[in-house]
């Protein structure tokens, strides 16, 4: 009813996925969501058995996936943002403001199990925002590979933000494309 419908076959469609439902009357609803999912590396797959109709299963996966904080105060933002990552095969956490990603990354680090990449808010409401938030991250480890992410694309940040620090910038909204080229661009990036 309304636009809930509307949205989810929106959201699904923009992942590369399908919606179809099914209704009778007196009997009920059924709704089917497809979505596709992603095998990190195809050619390590193997049948189970020789039978036909058995499905492959994983053998192997990779050692390393990379490690992701996003940074926003926009539950939405980060929502879609997990989303989009993990769907290209990342592991992501997540921080509402800037002293929570300093502690998360300072722990992450300690750990041995640093992040590969953040992607920091510009603004943050009532809290630290990205900028101040890399400049601390930067004193934890002089290689963060930090995006800034901003609604505000005329800020001098986001316009020249490898003067502050950064490796890349996102303009919000960004969509999946954006969002994975940045990323990939970024980890590539040996400085």
Do not use: W
């Amino acid at each position: 009813m309304g636009l809930g419908l509307t949205i989810c076959h929106s959201i699904i469609k923009n992942h590369g996925g399908a919606i179809a439902v099914k209704s009778q009357e007196a009997s009920g609803t059924t709704v089917t969501i497809y979505l596709p999912t992603i095998i990190a590396e195809q050619k390590k797959l193997a049948p189970e058995s020789d039978h036909p109709n058995t499905r492959p299963s994983i053998v192997h996966l990779p050692s390393s996936i990379p490690k992701v904080l996003v940074m926003d105060d926009e539950k939405m933002i980060l929502d879609i943002a997990g989303q989009i990552l993990r769907r290209f095969g990342y592991t992501v956490e997540f921080s509402t403001n800037g002293d929570e990603a300093v502690d998360m990354y300072k722990k992450a680090v300690t750990s041995g199990d640093p992040f590969d990449a953040v992607i920091l808010d510009l603004t943050i409401r009532n809290g630290m925002g990205g900028r101040k938030t890399l400049e601390k991250l930067i004193k934890i480890d002089t290689h963060v590979k930090g995006i800034v992410s901003s609604g505000y694309s005329d800020d001098p940040v986001i316009t020249n933000f490898k003067a502050y620090g950064f490796r890349a910038a996102l303009a919000k909204p960004y969509n999946m494309q954006q969002l994975r080229e940045t990323m990939e661009k970024i980890l590539r990036d040996e400085e």
